[in-house]
């Protein structure tokens, strides 16, 4: 079964610094791979997904995340972090025969002034 | 905007009285899923609705059982809520093999609490 890690529980970082995500996976074969967000009180919002093709991918809100297969990590990246920024990270991972997707345990990131 | 909603926002319930949650889509997506959320903790998957064929997790208490009386609609049962189910209840749903492509759709979740 597949499963995921998020080897960081609690980030922070200044407003307008670069952020990066770890996330690394467990699985046999060619993983689907995706990030979530979540705000205080909400649901997760789909960031960028990654299944096939280049291994940089871009999303929403100008983040960007690359699958490296060698490492077996997809890690999430934003150049420079906005205030509203700050919320709670998920990566999650699914296998090609099915449809069930396994979390991490989440990240969150606060963001200083 | 086609979506997928969850009512109540947040639902008091005492020990030990049953309390029903409720999520409703709009997207026509044949799989649904609930997961529990506890705080700072990866959402736990607890069930899912392939079309009407329910699927339960092997580590789900039977405190908690779900219905889906059509396409729209699907509601988690918490037969008898202890202190330790207080949690965030999160709905989504997919299009079967797609939601591994295109990802899940998630509503706003209702944050339970037991007393």
């Known amino acids: 079964a597949q499963s995921v890690t998020q080897p960081d529980i609690h980030i922070t970082v200044s407003e307008g610094a670069s952020l990066e995500l770890r996330c690394n996976y467990s699985?046999?074969?060619?993983?689907?791979l995706f990030w979530y967000v979540q705000s205080p009180g909400q649901g997760l919002q789909l960031l960028l997904k990654?299944?096939?093709?280049?291994?940089l991918v871009q999303g929403i809100k100008g983040f960007e995340a690359e699958f490296k297969r060698s490492q077996s990590s997809f890690n999430l990246r934003k150049p420079s972090v906005h205030w509203s920024d700050a919320a709670e990270y998920f990566c999650a991972v699914g296998a090609s025969n099915d449809y069930k997707l396994s979390f991490g345990a989440g990240t969150t990131v606060t963001v200083r002034a | 905007d086609a979506m997928v909603i969850q009512n109540p926002r947040y639902q008091v319930t005492q020990f030990g009285k049953p309390v029903t949650l409720s999520c409703s889509q709009t997207?026509?997506?044949?799989?649904m899923y609930w997961y529990q959320q506890k705080s700072s903790q990866a959402p736990k998957l607890l069930f899912h609705y392939y079309d009407k064929d329910f699927n339960n997790e092997a580590d789900t208490p039977d405190n908690f059982q779900s219905r889906r009386p059509n396409t729209s609609f699907c509601f988690l049962d918490i037969r008898s809520p202890g202190l330790g189910d207080a949690a965030m209840y999160l709905c989504?749903?997919?299009?079967?093999?797609?939601?591994?492509?295109?990802?899940?759709?998630f509503g706003s979740g209702t944050r339970l609490t037991v007393v």
């Open positions: 997207l026509n997506h044949n799989v």
């Open positions: 989504a749903t997919s299009r079967a093999l797609e939601g591994i492509i295109r990802g899940y759709t």
């Open positions: 699985y046999g074969a060619t993983p689907y």
């Open positions: 990654y299944f096939s093709g280049d291994t």
